[in-house]
């Protein structure tokens, strides 16, 4: 079946510095959605990505989609403590089921 | 306008037992899907109801069932509780089937003894 992967799982960073996580998809995506799960919590919608090479920004927050819709990117610059938490991408699942999610990547910010 | 609502929000099982998770979507929202959460498997899909239907069934064994009631509410239900089965069960509700934002309720945290 499909599957979404997303490295690394965990990051630890000192706050200021920027930060990467990278989604894979073994399959062609017509879009993809990025969650955020801060620790005890539940995860909240941050952005969907639909066009092919699409590049959107949420203040410090950079969101990149593929040429190929099969791979994604959050990028963050100079973390600050407020951005801990777990960083997931989700796709749609291959024929018409819900959404398909990356295990995540876990973001630790050292002050 | 409200959240999505879970209830209970913990509870604490035996083993053997059975329990009942109830999600109330956002209003106008008619489907309702289920994940489970634990530390190393991530978010897994349950299932997904959509106008009183279940459309779609994840890997998981006959013991989890679900259902939606006319008002979009759903349940879940695990029976013969495993100590696997600890985990956070969420429930996302959204407006469409696909390519439209999830919107998660703060889960029930399950723990099995």
């Known amino acids: 079946g499909q599957q979404v992967m997303q490295i690394p799982q965990y990051q630890h960073v000192q706050e200021g510095e920027d930060f990467t996580t990278y989604c894979n998809s073994s399959t062609t995506l017509s879009n993809i959605q990025w969650y955020k799960q801060r620790p005890g919590g539940h995860p909240v919608f941050l952005i969907q990505l639909v066009k092919s090479g699409e590049v959107k920004k949420q203040k410090r927050l950079t969101f990149q989609f593929g040429e190929a819709k099969k791979n994604s990117s959050l990028h963050i610059t100079a973390t600050q403590t407020t951005d801990v938490g777990t960083y997931f991408c989700a796709g749609p699942g291959s024929g018409n089921t819900p959404l398909v999610f990356g295990k995540g990547t876990r973001l630790s910010v050292i002050a | 306008k409200a959240g999505v609502t879970q209830t209970p929000r913990y509870l604490i099982k035996t083993r053997g037992q059975q329990v009942t998770l109830s999600c109330s979507p956002i209003s106008g929202h008619r489907s309702v899907s289920w994940y489970q959460q634990t530390p190393g498997q991530g978010l897994q899909f349950l299932f997904e109801?959509?106008?009183?239907?279940?459309?779609n069934k994840g890997n998981f064994p006959g013991r989890f069932s679900g259902r939606q009631f006319s008002n979009s509410r759903s349940e879940m239900n695990v029976s013969t509780l495993e100590l696997g089965d600890s985990a956070l069960y969420l429930c996302?509700?959204?407006?469409?089937?696909?390519?439209?934002?999830?919107?998660f309720g703060q889960g029930t945290r399950l723990t099995v003894v």
């Open positions: 109801y959509f106008s009183e239907t279940q459309r």
């Open positions: 996302a509700s959204s407006l469409f089937r696909q390519n439209t934002e999830a919107f």
